[in-house]
């Protein structure tokens, strides 16, 4: 029930966000200029309180721009007090990280509430990696990122791109990159070497031509250890038909075991050279 009245105030206190611009008052005390600095930097009752003296001044008694100012910092403090109370309930953390992003409506040099805001993002941006959440991890590492002042923005931005990867080879079967246990093949390189001698058939070009060497080749092994005939492609081949022939080859290598990661089996992107030697042919 406390939860959900501090829920009940916060929102009467965001549905009545102000957004009036006004021109600020003659200040011959000084008093809003210091007032404005506080407020800037997230000292919402010292800068209330010279907002309030400012206003005594003869002249501002009904000046727009401190009547709006006094009620920014009554509602930052009134943000300020729910995030306290909130804090104590364990199951508030999402509630809490809005009511920053609400103070940072208003005030968006709050340099407390950006380096709060940005911390929690980070932790609960790293649990979510932790959890395999990879969507919600993605969405709170570019959160952190747009931050260029965050000591993790480097890092939360190469996590941001990782996160999509992984979230698209859990969900789609795109590729995963760092898997726990690589492809391999069945009966290991004495088999694919099987499959090279039984098959092979030397271009005649290359033959004539006397062409010899490796192509090397990239190929993408499903998460039911089969070669994805598509995806074979030459990385550097050596012409006169070799390179036509070792994609043949390769589409004939299906008995793998597939990568594993997240104790799962995932599509993984194998690199692959095949030797052409005029004396084996």
């Known amino acids: 029930m406390r939860f959900l009245t501090l829920l009940t105030i916060l929102t009467f206190l965001i549905s009545n966000a102000l957004h009036a611009q006004s021109t600020p008052p003659k200040d011959s005390t000084g008093h809003k200029a210091q007032a404005d600095k506080l407020f ?17 001044v003869t002249g501002n008694e009904n000046d727009d721009y401190l009547i709006m100012q006094l009620e920014n910092c009554d509602k930052c403090l009134g943000f300020w007090r729910s995030i306290q109370e909130l804090s104590k309930d364990a199951d508030a953390a999402k509630v809490t990280m809005t009511i920053y992003e609400k103070i940072l409506d208003i005030n968006p040099k709050d340099s407390t ?40 923005t480097a890092e939360a931005r190469v ?9 698209k080879s859990l969900n789609e079967g795109f590729i995963a990159p760092d898997v726990e246990v690589p492809a391999a093949y069945a009966s290991g390189l004495k088999g694919i070497s099987n499959v090279i001698a039984n098959n092979m058939k030397y271009p005649e070009k290359a033959a004539k031509e006397k062409i010899s060497g490796k192509v090397w080749l990239g190929f993408i092994i499903n998460e039911k250890g089969k070669v994805i005939p598509e995806s074979v492609r030459v990385i550097k081949g050596i012409g006169g038909g070799c390179d036509e022939e070792a994609v043949r080859l390769i589409k004939l290598m299906n008995n793998w075991s597939p990568a594993v990661k997240w104790g799962k089996p995932v599509r993984f992107q194998n690199t692959f050279g095949i030797t052409f030697s005029l004396g084996k042919e």
């Not at 930097?41 to 206003?55: I, R, S, T, V």
């Open 40 to 56: 800037l930097a997230g000292k919402y009752q010292q800068a209330k309180e010279l907002y309030e003296k400012a206003k005594q």
């Open 113 to 152: 509430v950006q380096a709060t805001l940005m911390t929690n993002y980070w932790t609960l941006a790293k649990q979510r990696y932790q959890q395999l959440d990879f969507q919600r991890a993605g969405e709170l590492f570019r959160k952190v990122s747009g931050y260029p002042q965050s000591p993790y």
């Open 159 to 167: 996590l941001a791109d990782s996160s999509d990867i992984y979230a």
